[in-house]
């Protein structure tokens, strides 16, 4: 079926105000263009998503690279691959995107937690990859459980669905378990959103593998695809992971995303090989000429549990570290996060406070023992710090800001 009149017009006119949007610099033009289409064809993404093969990708933590991994393992597999990569993952975003295939071929596409559920009629999605779910925002998204919630009605709503899914967040697994899983283990990080079981609420035992119910018997399912240090093993069969990307946290994403492409036909090891190719990702670990003669490196973290990655990654390094904070909306409005995150793992390194509620993370290093210098601006912040290497682990808006100003072309 083609596009209907009114979706065509819809189109144009959302090009047109993307086009606008980038001319007076007010952005990339994806969120205002996807408004424009959907106020003017309420039905356009279902019909633009005619004749493309739907993957939605979504988690708390890790979505927009996931999604990056998996649209380039398709690809490499000889896909003709539609994606959002900027990481407009909300229907205004993932209608422009369906706008622009040139023809029937695999769409891959990043969708944020709570819009999920919403998504999956409309585009008559093949596929769901589910990496995690934890705390985020909670003046905007509410209790994790709720979250889970909503994505097991879908699942409910759709027992054939195709679904990937890790294995080793008791929420994803209550939310997965009705639809036809495939399951792939990817350890047990972040623990402190999944205390209690999301079946029947009593206190779940954690072991060194796997989580499980001792009051109702819900429990981690068995995996035959497991992530093993820095390989897949994908149905008995070992796959290295080379990613140029760091930390453990990418070697997840990699794995559900070569789990992906298998599911979708293409040879793992092609997958799995391409992905090293992937050094950045829509700004995410960018590099920052600082004007010395350095540059530093952006990572971004938005929640308790990312911000628990990253440091984990950090304290390893010799490192000096810039914490860029900001408490808008899109970041959430509550900073009281702040004290759920392990900042005492950069002990010993040279580190700066910045951003707008720069005193908010002062206070916070202090009660950590960290040593630290105060500067509003980010860049400044890491000129002003010793060392041959540098990171500025930024919140969302501190992040897009620094994108923004030196991340195109990069």
Known sequence: MSASMRTKLGVAAGRSAGWLSRTITRGQGATISG??????????????AEGQ???????????????????????????????????????SGIAPTLAKAKGPGEAVLEVDERVLPRMVDPLGVELL?????SRDQLDRYGE?????????????????????????????VWAATPAKVTWVALGLGWRSDAATCPQCGALLQWSVDRF?????????????????????V??????????????????????????????LGVDPSVAAESLDAVTSVAGRYMSVPLGDGRNARVLLAKNPAGWTEVLQFLHHRDTAVVIAVNARVADGKDPSWLWDVPYELLRG???????????????????ADVDYEIEPDPIMAARALPGDEVHIVA????????????????
């Open 35 to 48: 408004r424009v289409i959907n106020a003017i064809a309420p039905d356009a993404l279902q019909e633009l």
């Open 53 to 91: 093969r739907v993957t939605l990708v979504s988690a708390t933590n890790g979505k927009t690279t996931t999604t990056r991994f998996l649209a380039t393992a398709l690809a490499a597999g000889g896909r003709t691959v539609t994606t959002n990569s900027t990481g407009a993952n909300l229907a």
């Open 129 to 133: 990859v589910l990496g995690n779910l």
């Open 144 to 172: 994790v459980h709720a979250l889970s919630e909503t994505w097991r009605e879908t699942t409910e709503a759709h027992p054939e669905l195709a679904v990937i899914a890790n294995a080793s967040d008791p929420h994803v």
């Open 212 to 232: 499980d119910c001792p009051s109702c018997g819900f429990g981690q399912p068995d995996a035959p695809n497991i992530l093993d240090g820095t390989d897949l």
């Open 234 to 263: 994908l149905d008995g069969t070992r796959i290295a992971l080379s990613i140029a990307l760091p930390g453990s946290w990418n070697r997840a994403n990699a794995a559900l995303a070569v789990a992906a492409a298998a599911h």
């Open 349 to 367: 390194k040279k580190t700066a406070a910045t951003g707008e509620r720069r005193l908010d993370v002062a206070v916070r290093l202090r009660y």
């Open 395 to 410: 919140s969302y808006t501190q992040f897009s800001a620094l994108y923004r100003k030196h991340g195109h072309g990069r």
